[in-house]
Antibody
Framework: EVQLAQSGAEVKKPGESLRISCQGSGYIFTTHWITWVRQMPGKGLEWMGRIDPSHSYINYNPSFQGHVTMSVDKSISTAYLQWNSLKASDTAMYYC??????????????????WGNGTTVTVSS | EIVLTQSPGTLSLSPGEGATLSCRASQSVESTHLAWYQQKRGQAPRLLIYGASSRATGIPDRFSGSGSGTDFSLIIRRLEPEDFAVYYCQQHVTFPFTFGPGTKVDIK
């Protein structure tokens, strides 16, 4: 079964650093870009950016660039989302998801067919 | 940035009724680059429709999508109890990829 397993809930103070993870299984991790989506409490979905697990190419949504860092360790099929200095406004649920790769055509599509269960991040003093 | 607007914000319906959800884009979106997701309370989103009209694996045929250009629709025939959720459209034709604000379908 294709799965994305995310790390557990985090409670942090403003200014602290944090790294959350997303481990893929049941498929070839390097063939599908990983993307991160933020959902603030009671709000909608926001696309944060994407990372290519094969080459670590990254594209950030300008709204998030400079505040978060995406990375990947393909040896353990894991993608990461990192903050160096958290703010209270980072309090949200963070989902990782997989972009689609069509093996028959070799085409990439940027809609998400598999989602992690989400990581809740709470930042409070 | 392409802005997606969804209407209505909330749709109050009874099981068995049909629902039509709208997604309008601020610029033309190739139909191959428009997707719909369902999110139930406390759960991760789930892919329903891709390419504007293709159902994802395992999605019942009471869900259908249509549209082109700037106007897209998600239609749910005969709502089942498990269909009461929030629905989001997403474009992936230009960076940054964007979601609409969602339409909540709740029980009347």
């Amino acid at each position: 079964e294709v799965q994305l397993a995310q790390s557990g809930a985090e409670v942090k103070k403003p200014g602290e650093s944090l790294r959350i993870s997303c481990q893929g299984s049941g498929y070839i991790f390097t063939t599908h870009w990983i993307t991160w989506v933020r959902q603030m409490p009671g709000k909608g979905l926001e696309w944060m950016g994407r990372i290519d697990p094969s080459h670590s190419y990254i594209n950030y949504n300008p709204s998030f660039q400079g505040h978060v860092t995406m990375s990947v360790d393909k040896s353990i099929s894991t993608a990461y989302l990192q903050w160096n200095s958290l703010k209270a406004s980072d309090t949200a649920m963070y989902y990782c998801a997989r972009f689609v790769y069509d093996v028959l055509t070799g085409q990439y599509y940027h809609y998400m067919d598999v989602w992690g269960n989400g990581t809740t991040v709470t930042v409070s003093s | 940035e392409i802005v997606l607007t969804q209407s209505p914000g909330t749709l109050s319906l009874s099981p068995g009724e049909g629902a039509t959800l709208s997604c309008r884009a601020s610029q033309s979106v190739e139909s191959t680059h428009l997707a719909w997701y369902q999110q139930k309370r406390g759960q991760a989103p789930r892919l329903l429709i891709y390419g504007a009209s293709s159902r994802a694996t395992g999605i019942p045929d009471r869900f259908s999508g249509s549209g082109s250009g700037t106007d897209f629709s998600l239609i749910i025939r005969r709502l089942e109890p498990e269909d009461f959720a929030v629905y989001y459209c997403q474009q992936h034709v230009t960076f940054p990829f964007t979601f609409g604000p969602g339409t909540k379908v709740d029980i009347k």
